[in-house]
């Protein structure tokens, strides 16, 4: 197992994500809780009336896990998701969806050029923002792409505040997730920007001052039960009415 760097760079993701793509949903599947808490962040949303005449985004959706968390709470509503990872997608679009699922291939940067525009009543946004070059830009993108009100989830990883949560995201990278990555792939690459991202990210406190920066009101964030609290994060914060 090849360790000697740490990872594809930022603008090298998509192309690490589309060689990952056919392993990703084993792998995921074999950590606890993955979908259960995308499940929870969805629901701290509020989307009210299973979503009945609302347009939802998922932005950065890889290969629908974070889709099929907004269609459980909001499953009347319109919903887009998309992803850089042709891979991802690919393999996304292959399970069953209802006719008001649409997946778009695109950067989250470029939606509007794929004529993804607003306003939408709510944006998830999962495990996306450490790997944009530009958070601060993309946070107030999104804020202009929702409706006065609406409500943009971010559920991300965030151990900085934690000396405990770091040790413990140390302790999973190099002892399950690298050595799952390797044994599924042979490429340990994703595996280790994945580690390394998660450490170099804000601390919650950092990113909730970043959420009210870029004009969001209501900010507020939450973790998840059991071992991986203060690890995972539903940070949530709406677009001013």
Not at 6 to 21: E, H, M, T, V, W
Not at 49 to 70: I, N, Y
Not at 97 to 107: D, E, Q
Request: aromatic share 8%; proline share 6%; charged share 20%.
């Amino acid at each position: 197992m090849r360790v000697g760097d740490a990872g594809p760079a930022p603008g090298d993701l998509a192309a690490a994500f589309d060689a990952g793509a056919a392993a990703y949903d084993r792998l995921v599947g074999a950590s606890p809780g993955y979908h259960e808490q995308l499940l929870l962040t969805a629901r701290r949303m509020r989307i009210p009336a299973r979503g009945k005449g609302l347009r939802l985004l998922d932005a950065g959706c890889g290969t629908g896990a974070s889709t099929a968390a907004l269609l459980a709470v909001a499953p009347d509503a319109d919903i887009v998701a998309v992803d850089a990872s042709r891979g991802m997608l690919d393999a996304a679009r292959a399970k069953d969806w209802p006719a008001t699922v649409r997946f778009v291939h695109t950067p989250v940067e470029h939606l509007a050029e794929q004529g993804i525009t607003g306003p939408f009543d709510g944006i998830l946004a999962a495990y996306l923002i450490r790997n944009v070059a530009d958070p601060d830009d993309q946070l107030r993108k999104f804020r202009a792409l929702l409706r006065p009100g609406g409500t943009l989830a971010v559920h991300e990883y965030s151990v900085r505040d934690s000396p405990a949560a770091t040790r413990i995201w140390h302790a999973v990278c190099w002892g399950i997730i690298i050595p799952s990555g390797w044994w599924r792939t042979r490429d340990t690459a994703l595996y280790r920007y994945l580690w390394r991202s998660v450490l170099a990210f804000d601390g919650a406190a950092r990113f909730r001052t970043r959420l009210a920066d870029a004009g969001f009101t209501a900010v507020h964030s939450e973790t998840m039960p059991g071992w991986e609290a203060n690890i995972v994060h539903t940070f949530l914060a709406d677009a001013p009415s």
